[in-house]
């Protein structure tokens, strides 16, 4: 029997792979952003610390991303949001592509539900995220398919970390992530830590 996501296995990593995946190009002087729900979960449990975990606020990743890629330009950002969150800021999508901060890198875990609160579909199932994305006025995208084996989940996510410009990659995952328990920091926390972490 294959196993899951090796070789030409056919089936789509879950989202969680995808982040703890991220966590093996890190360099460790990137800024990540979590967008609100099971991602942050995920983005605290699976990646180094501290990190921004939203929590709450709903649709706003890229805008705190952008924020933060403009505020420290010498490091890269990197906004992990769920299809929810992307779906619901879009808004700031269009800011994000006048201002085209380089160092700004956005990876979409798609799984076309809001998993977090019971599973909810969202409409991610009908949209062309490059035409979209494109149409925004954002060149550098790149959509992995369910087709697409771990190893060219690994290029792309290579890719992202590496190249030079705002890009975005959206990946389809799988449904069914493992519950990750909840972030035991209260928001200061949240916030102090990586303040403390950004002014040195
Ligand atoms: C404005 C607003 N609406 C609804 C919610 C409730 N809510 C929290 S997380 C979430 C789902 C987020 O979906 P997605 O970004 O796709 O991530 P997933 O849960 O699938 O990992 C929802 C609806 C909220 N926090 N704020």
Redesign the pocket.
Known sequence: MPTRNEGGAKQKMK?HEIIELLGTFLQGNELIVG?????SR?VFHCLPRPQVYLR????LPMAVGLGLAISQPDRKVIVI????????GLGSMSTVSSLKPSNLKILI???E?????G??P?V?SVINYETMIRGIGVETTVSIQSNDNKTVIQEKLNWLLKGNGLQILHVKVQ?G?PPFENIPWHPKKIKNEFMSRIST
């Not at 967008?35 to 991602?39: A, W």
């Not at 709450?56 to 649709?59: I, P, T, Y």
């Not at 949001?81 to 619901?88: E, K, P, R, S, V």
């Open positions: 989202g967008s609100n729900g099971n991602i995920q709450g606020s709903m649709g949001t769920g299809d929810g969150n992307f779906l619901m875990i798609d799984n539900l809001y998993a977090t609160t599973g909810q969202t991610s449904p992530d």
